[in-house]
């Protein structure tokens, strides 16, 4: 089973910004496409973005569209989401995750079945 450590959550003022990060043991994140969810309490994980593990193909949901980054540190078996311009809205737990693809770009579903998720990182986005 893969398992995933996320951390760089926190509050943050509207408008502010914070960069989370995505760690796995045991083996590489490169090795797989790798997705970012978020949950609020009540609902379904929600995607919102992933990147293509042999590519630089990212994909984003249009809610964080031009506002989230996502990107890879291979020397650091890292992969980060910079999230600018944030609103009340995007408060949540983040997780990230192996993720599906479809003809070879990263699409938001969990390559787990069950799916598996790690402990997240709150993100409070309020004033």
């Known amino acids: 089973q893969l398992q995933f450590v996320e951390s760089g959550g926190g509050l943050v003022q509207p408008g502010g910004s914070l960069r989370l990060s995505c760690t796995a043991s045991?083996?590489?994140?490169?090795?797989?496409?790798i997705g970012w969810f978020r949950q609020v309490p009540g609902k379904e994980h929600e995607g919102v973005s992933c990147?293509?593990?042999?590519?630089?193909?990212?994909y984003y949901a249009d809610s964080v569209q031009g506002r989230f980054t996502i990107s890879r540190d291979k020397a650091k078996n890292t992969v980060y989401l910079q999230m600018n311009s944030l609103k009340s809205e995007d408060t949540a737990v983040y997780y990230c995750?192996?993720?599906?693809?479809?003809?070879?770009?990263?699409?938001?579903?969990?390559?787990?079945?069950?799916?598996?998720w790690g402990q997240g990182t709150q993100v409070t986005v309020s004033s």
């Open positions: 045991g083996f590489t994140l490169d090795e797989y496409n």
């Open positions: 990147i293509n593990r042999n590519n630089p193909y990212t």
């Open positions: 995750a192996a993720v599906q693809s479809l003809f070879r770009l990263c699409r938001l579903r969990n390559l787990q079945s069950p799916p598996s």
